[in-house]
């Protein structure tokens, strides 16, 4: 049984389109954070948000509480946004479940 | 801008031995974090530790782990007995409050 469910699990997409990732989860949570783990690896952590919606640069993230599910949108997607984009809730305190990601391709 | 540092960046060690991982996180973070992330799966949360002492662990987080702050500064996880099921990257992660969790860039242990 998996607490984290992300969807799609790979996307490509051509330059400039925009793109959404989707997380749904089955625990109560106070906040979602959403991830990106570059192919070297390494974790950047994106956003975290427990209501409404939040913006940096071109990444819009957006969350319902009510329905336990999170978006994570890319606008006007470069090459350089290839990476794999991770949710992550807190099960309790710090605890957190990762879902399995979505790796997305983004080509020139 | 300040960062989690990790070292070794790579760990290879025989089955049965002990290993430690290191970590320095940011300067003025409270809470610390390890995750591990097996080749291909996702990542798995081990345990977290804030006033010098664990506050929440895993299933995953057995007697064979350890984690200490020696001096103040570093951060480190203990494995015990290695085995090949410990073969993953694992990741520190500290943070202010419980909020934005800055990573670090792994340790890759690879356990013979």
């Known amino acids: 049984k998996n607490e984290v469910e992300q969807s799609p699990q790979n996307l490509t997409a051509q330059e400039g389109e925009f793109i959404t990732i989707n997380c749904s989860y089955s625990?109560?949570?106070?906040?979602l954070h959403w991830l990106q783990q570059h192919p070297g690896g390494g974790i950047v952590s994106l956003f975290m948000?427990?209501?409404g919606k939040k913006k940096h640069g071109r990444l819009i993230a957006t969350i319902n509480i009510q329905e336990k599910h999170s978006s994570l949108h890319i606008t006007a997607s470069h090459p350089r946004d290839s990476a794999v984009y991770i949710c992550a809730v807190p099960l309790s305190g710090n605890q957190f479940y990762f879902g399995t990601g979505t790796s997305l391709t983004v080509i020139p | 801008e300040p960062e989690v540092t990790q070292t070794p960046s790579h760990q290879v060690t025989q089955m049965g031995q002990e290993v430690i991982l290191r970590c320095v996180p940011i300067?003025?973070?409270?809470?610390f974090y390890w995750y591990r992330q097996i080749l291909g799966q996702k990542v798995e949360f081990l345990v977290s530790?804030?006033?010098?002492?664990?506050?929440?662990k895993s299933e995953i987080f057995d007697d064979q782990f350890s984690v200490e702050r020696p001096d103040g500064s570093n951060f480190t996880l203990k494995i015990r007995s290695t085995k090949l099921e410990d073969s993953a990257m694992y990741f520190c992660?500290?943070?202010?409050?419980?909020?934005?969790?800055?990573f670090g860039p792994g340790t890759r242990l690879t356990v013979l």
């Open positions: 300067s003025n973070h409270l809470y």
């Open positions: 948000l427990s209501s």
């Open positions: 530790f804030y006033n010098n002492e664990i506050s929440e």
């Open positions: 992660a500290s943070s202010e409050s419980r909020d934005t969790q800055y």
């Open positions: 625990v109560g949570i106070s906040a």
